[in-house]
């Protein structure tokens, strides 16, 4: 970053926070800006999402991970439930690291991706200062939970439900993938459901950006139990990943058994004997016919070529 950067973020966190904003939002936003976009209609777009803590009310706390604790909360100004998410940072680079998150979100406008609203900079006095993200609320909560309720009722999905489910992902990934980016952390708890049962990609926390065909990244992160064999084996990765991460949802949502539940990494016994998936998704054909298990299997590859694009599985037929 840019010395002047680093001083307006200093100010941030010691003296005028939603100044030093501004200018920050501004500052990573002009650094990521499409190809081909003008530059101060970026900025302007997001000097205007700058909100303030004080236009919403807080309620009941939906859930904590690594990237952040979100809330229900009220926008004030339109009577509306929102999400919260707040990210507490302690220096500069965490700050940065949350409002690029933001940024991102802001960009990443698509019917299959939780919408953002606005960011901004608040502060706890036990917690310390933290990134307010404000998004859309879905009143479904996450596919994880649905599942949840599913098996407790015994009841697994329909076939109908399953490849809506699938399409609805996949049309969510293959829109990031146009826009050079992956998510690097799908997972049940970060697909959300709507009020009228649509699935939405949210928690974009650990997702990056300018990833192409020959640019990768080499960075591990994601969740034990749904990070792909290239992750865990500390090789460079892209787009496909996203696409091992979707092969384990379905696989919990066909099986209703959840990946981290399972003994041992997926990832890891596929490294070991690549036959190992046949038997995990062994009752995927007998509920769901012979395309879903075989669509199941071709996402679950150890090797990242062999598996489909999201936009392949979008040309697929029987979906």
Partial sequence: MHGAEIDSIDLILHDDLLYATCSTVT???????HQGRDDQETASVARSDIGKESNFQVGKK????????T??????????QVVLK????TGLSETNRAIEEAVMLSRLKHPRVV??????????????????????????GDLYHMLCKQRTKKKPLSVRRVKMWILQMCEAIAFLHTQNVVH???????????????LKIADFGLARQGVTATKLISTQCG????????VQLGQSYGFKTDIWGLGCIVCDMTTLKFMHERPGSLATQVQVDPKA??????????LYGPDIHSLLASMLQSDPKQRPSASEILEMKFL
């Fill in 71 to 80: 809330f229900l909360a009220v926008d004030k100004r339109t009577n509306q």
């Fill in 27 to 33: 500052s990573l936003a002009h650094a990521h800006a």
């Fill in 277 to 286: 998936i046949v038997k995990v998704i062994q009752p995927v054909s007998e």
């Fill in 86 to 89: 707040k990210v507490f940072c």
């Fill in 62 to 69: 939906l859930g904590t991970g690594g990237q952040g604790t």
């Fill in 184 to 198: 690097r952390d799908m997972k049940p708890m970060n697909v959300l459901v709507d009020n009228n049962g649509d």
């Fill in 115 to 140: 919408a953002y609203s606005e960011v901004y900079l608040g502060s706890e006095e036990s917690k310390g200062n933290y990134v307010g993200i404000v998004m859309e609320y879905c009143s479904g």
């Fill in 223 to 230: 969740t034990p139990g749904y990070e792909s064999p290239e």
